[in-house]
């Protein structure tokens, strides 16, 4: 196997575990309500938003053998900045108060994903960061573009508050080939066990989030 497949190997009880969460399955079924949607939006902003933080992060503690990934990162940099602005306009479209947002504090499963992210880049292995990288866009490809035309029909909201979903679900087909191809160069056994252990331990957290949802009406 390649490491890309091991990686899907390793983690596949994980997976398995967060798209069983209740309110993901709510959600692809458009049985979810206006304020659990936004409610994802506004925690989807607060970890988004480090995205490019934590990809320069990334960068920087990276050794000089790592060249080739740090020119992947700036690579990345590139098509992920302002992202979380796509996020608050559609919070804007649904009624909700974007600003509000902007300015607010992330629930706790969300800052402790964070969190997370930030102290396997300083304090453990930087490469084990794409781990985090394979579980949000690996579930964006598989949630992101059918649960955004369910959820537009049941909620009866325009395309434009659905643009950071259906942009992901598309974009992430890109990215999710890029990211093969760049794993699949790790050759370090280190490199690729923090990986996988970043990327089980990041399925649970994101999971949490989710779950924070469910007490929305």
């Known amino acids: 196997m390649t490491f890309f497949e091991q990686l899907e190997f390793a983690t596949q009880a994980e997976q398995a575990e967060l798209q069983s969460i209740p ?59 302002g992202h979380q602005e796509w996020i608050l306009s559609d919070i804007a479209v649904c009624g909700g108060d974007a600003e509000a947002v902007r300015h607010g504090q992330p629930a706790f499963a969300t800052e402790l994903m964070v969190a997370y992210a930030y102290d396997t880049i300083a304090r453990g292995n930087p490469v084990g960061f794409f781990g985090m990288v394979h579980v949000l866009e690996g579930t964006s490809i598989q949630l992101a573009t059918n649960t955004a035309s369910v959820l537009q029909k049941s909620l009866n909201l325009p395309a434009q508050a659905f643009t950071y979903l259906s942009s992901h679900g598309a974009l992430d087909l890109e990215h999710v080939a890029f990211f093969r191809d760049l794993v699949n160069r790790l050759d370090s056994e280190q490199d690729r066990t923090s990986l996988i252990h970043c ?19």
């Open 23 to 81: 309110i993901i399955r709510q959600a692809m079924a458009g049985q979810v309500s206006l304020n659990q949607y936004v409610g994802f939006l506004t925690q989807a902003y607060h970890h988004v938003k480090h995205t490019v933080p934590l990809l320069m992060a990334c960068g920087a503690r990276l050794l000089d053998d790592k060249e080739w990934l740090r020119e992947a990162i700036a690579h990345y940099i590139t098509e992920e900045t």
């Open 199 to 217: 990327a089980r331990n990041v399925f649970r957290l994101y999971g949490d989030i989710f779950r924070s949802l469910e007490g929305l009406a």
